[in-house]
Each structure stands twice: as structure tokens, then as C-alpha cells.
């Protein structure tokens, strides 16, 4: 059975950061492209990050040196590391393993970032 659980989300301040986690399990991890999507209130989800089986990165413009996604295939886990938040980064965050026609999903974790 196929999980994939994110953790880590919470209420921040602006400017300040946060870790998110997403453990893996049921697939072969190391193979498969990990990424973290987002999705703020009336608004469709969007790609924020992601990072293939061979450690190559993206991170959309958006997050573009605030962010960083890196993985653990020893832990079976991908993260995404927050700095600099700002109330525009107030989403639910979703991890996603994705290898040709396979797609697999977390059930989100929420980030709140308010003064």
C-alpha cells in the first residue's frame, strides 16, 4: 500500500521558516521524481518544487532562493525547506512521487504564515 505522509506544516510568523517531511512508503522511493505542490484558497494547485532520482532540482520562481527540496533515500523521505516565509506561501502543501504513468499523493499539510 502506497503512503505518503507530510508533516511539518504550522502557523509561522513572516520571515520565519519551516521543515517540511514527507516519509515514504510502499514503492521503490530512490526511483521515483519527488516534488512538493501547493494550494492556497480558491486557487489551483502549483508545482513549488521538485527532485528526480538522480538529484537534479527545480524550484519555481516563486520560491526561488527561499525554498529547498532535498531527499534521503536512505529515510525513504523528501523535504522541503522553507525560509523567508511570506503570507503569499499560506497553502496546504502536498508531497507527490511521480515515474512515468505512476502518480502517488499525500494528503497535505497546512501552512500558515500571519503575523
Known amino acids: 500500500q502506497v503512503q505518503l505522509v507530510e508533516s511539518g506544516g504550522g502557523l509561522v510568523q513572516p520571515g520565519g521558516s519551516l521543515r517540511l517531511s514527507c516519509a515514504a512508503s510502499?514503492?521503490?522511493?530512490?526511483?521515483?521524481?519527488m516534488g512538493w505542490y501547493r494550494q492556497a484558497p480558491e486557487k489551483q494547485r502549483e508545482l513549488v518544487a521538485y527532485?528526480?532520482?538522480?538529484?537534479?532540482?527545480m524550484h519555481a520562481d516563486s520560491v526561488k532562493g527561499r525554498f529547498t527540496i532535498s531527499r534521503d533515500n536512505a529515510k525513504n523521505t523528501v523535504y522541503l525547506q522553507m525560509n523567508l516565509l511570506k503570507p503569499e506561501d499560506t497553502a496546504v502543501y502536498y508531497c507527490?512521487?511521480?515515474?512515468?504513468?505512476?502518480?502517488?499523493w499525500g494528503q497535505g499539510t497546512q501552512v500558515t504564515v500571519s503575523s
Open positions: 510502499g514503492f521503490i522511493f530512490g526511483i521515483y521524481t
Open positions: 527532485i528526480t532520482s538522480d538529484g537534479s532540482l
Open positions: 507527490n512521487a511521480n515515474r512515468a504513468l505512476r502518480t502517488y
